[in-house]
């Protein structure tokens, strides 16, 4: 084969490449723009801190908000000491055979499983067999299994980091094998576990499909969430606002108001993650 | 502490750990159980091979018919047609980033690719109704533009970050000597990228589609907001369709508990869930094959 | 001359490999004994069984009796915390702990129970000649530390706790020259008030610090002695080989 080299065919080859990358750039302008500048004239004091009224035509969006901040709440406290001891027991315990490589590889299968199968089976065990009915518990448990295999994954990625030589350090000093862990490991790997969390929890936080038949509300009168309640969410009111409420056009501007602040709260979740991964690197050199 | 206090908490935690680990599988494989259980008792109902190659999904008439096939085939067109936008525009974005980019373009746009990751389904779903859906109604002169198109164009917005994301390690994960090798016959960048990087970085490529594929297929909400839900068997992508996942999200809030339907939905899932495992595993092979030869 | 550190029909196997055979040693107090041979002889793995970090490892099989004095390494009624504490160890890459300095050292007595307070601290890093250079910096991670110095640092966290026995396995085979001098000044300095036993590939390492030279072939003890003897008049003639670098 001969290589027939031209001045205008390698200019004709970069554009196609950097048209790709702007063009992906241009779709993420398009959502950002899109949203910001349509959503921040709703931005206002009232709008986070008025619940809706008139039939959501008016009012802020206060509900949905605790909403989700409870909702983010209930799944870390359910993922995060499962998901990490999981993990802590995959790679510090666990021996290195057949069946540990089954589990792990079934794990990693299990975040790609898509999130509307974990709304069916939070419907089946948490709202169905264990009789919490549709409300705010039976979704944080929904979501908070879905976050489950990111939180193992990542935690173990953080675990696998630490050298073996700094758990012998530990032991040759005398620390049982759990000091090792409480002491020297997690410490080691707080910063990976963290930025994984955060990330995990700020999926979470977005997610509807989970919640669509576990507990999300089209309307609630109460600001506040109970446990045992159906609540409103940030993603589903955004969804109903958009496709079911009776008066579409009339509430649109709520729904970009929402749109945007959902886009900053998973935002700001993503941008402490970031953070935390660049300040672990700085230290780490 | 006493070393007998030291010794028990040792052996508790070592416990504990073990007792959540298996919990944990537990619930997990729970997912599993319940697919397989529902699915089973929808059988008992339904003939699999009705249900397998039926061209009716009617659950609500009167002679309810399950048949999936309308649902599994919206279900790949617009995920076809979303790898059609998104493969390209991925790899070539891969490739821009990984070899013509420089460093500090490279820290704005990896950034700004994981951002666009973040955005959340219903978001997206939300400017499908509000930009993509006149936009194509415009164009196509329809009376509104919730079609499989405005589906395959979401989901490629969607699947790209994770196709981008795979491709570029992928290309970045070619040893040095192979460029240098091409370059000392006389080949041009762009030669090289695509006779000699490409072919080389195939494996990890081919594992981004699928995981990309993985994605398309299981999102919901977007396709749920943007395709307009007509259960018929789509013959265009100007079509109206009704994909799997978006059946679930529909029918699955208003069909009593344990009804013929109510299972039906679960065995949609089962096919939804083999579907994504498919697309899943086989990234997986893929990228482990890409590991072995080039040892990342 | 006390034996305090001793193996007996010692064997070691990983799986179906067997890495140590019939392992017969005595280490005498107060001296230092250099293991030597060529890469996977065993001298680690024999290294390792003392302090039990072969525990770590499933498919370890030991067999045979490892004494401290009197004291059965493996005998089920002792705490494999408390051998640790009495048989220190120092490894062939520093490892600090992800921690300050004054913790790296403080660590190891807290979690034994020892009385720890800052002149505690100061004597073990006075002890490893490194006092001088972090006395103003004990808040400091020690991570921040040069690669001798943290090896040093390893050094006193082990003295801390005021062992017997330390085990070195290769401590100096990532450092530069005068660092690894450093260590060795220190390492002498050290066997007045400790056994040493110390893992080298360096010949030159072994002849200058240690007492006593081991010298392992695939598993086995193929010559022992002073290292005066081993170094000047091999009588193993696989021994001589090795010592004049004709394999390893």
Known sequence: MLFKPSKLSAVIEWGTLLLSTALVCFFLIVVIWEIVSKGAGQLSWDFISKVPSNGMTRGGILTPIIGTVMLTILTALFAIPFGVCCAIYLNEYAEDNWLTRTIRASIRNLSGVPSIIYGLFGLALFVQALQLGTSLLAAGLTLGLLSLPYIITTTEEALMRIPNSTRE??????????????????????????????????RAAGETAPILFTGAAFYINSSSGYLNQEFM????????????????????????????????????????????RFKYRKNES | MKYKARLSLDILFKIVFKGTGFLVLILLGGILAMLVYNSFSFF??????????????????????????????????????????????????????????????????????EMLAAVPSVVIGFLGIVIVSPGIANLADLSNGLNALNGAILLAVMALPTIITIAEDAIHAVPKTYKEASYAVGATKWQTLRKVIIPAAAPGIIAAVMLGVGRAIGETMTVLMATGNASILPTSMFDSVKTMTATIAIEMGEVPYQTTHYFALYAIATVLFLMTLAANMLGEYFINRFRKYHAV | MKVKLSAEKLNISFGTKQVLKNIDIQFVENEITALIGPSGCG???????FNRMHDLSPDAKITGTLKLEDLDLYARSVPVTEIRKRIGMVFQKANPFPKSIYENIA??????????????VEKALREAFLWEEVKNDLKMPATRLSGGQQQRLCIARAVALRPEVILMDEPCSALDPVSTLKIEELIVYLKKKYTIIIVTHNMQQAQRIADKTVFLYLGEIKEEGSTRKIFDFPENEMTANYIHGQFG
């Not at chain 2, 699999?48 to 599994?72: C, H, N, Q, R």
């Open chain 1, 169 to 202: 350090a530990a032991l040759a000093v005398g620390a049982t094998k759990f000091e090792t862990i409480k002491d020297v490991v997690l410490p080691s790997a707080m910063p990976g576990i963290l930025t994984g969390v955060v990330l995990t929890l700020s």
């Open chain 1, 233 to 276: 969410a940030l993603p589903y009111h955004l969804y109903m606002l958009s496709t079911q409420h009776q008066s579409i056009d009339e509430v649109r501007p709520i729904a970009y108001g929402t749109a945007l602040v959902l886009i900053i709260v998973v935002f700001l979740m993503n941008l402490t993650a970031f953070y935390i």
């Open chain 2, 44 to 113: 008992l109902d339904v003939k699999p091979l009705d249900f397998i190659t039926g061209m009716e999904w009617s659950p609500a008439s009167e002679t309810p018919k399950y048949g999936m096939l309308p649902l599994v085939l919206s279900t790949t067109i617009v995920t076809f047609g979303a790898m059609l936008i998104a493969i390209p525009l991925g790899i070539g974005t891969a490739a821009y980033i990984a070899e013509y980019a420089t460093p500090r373009v490279k820290n704005l746009l990896k950034p700004a690719i």
């Open chain 3, 43 to 49: 001298k680690s793995t024999l290294l390792r069984s």
């Open chain 3, 107 to 120: 660590y190891g007595l807290r979690i034994n129970n020892l009385p720890c307070d800052k002149s505690i």
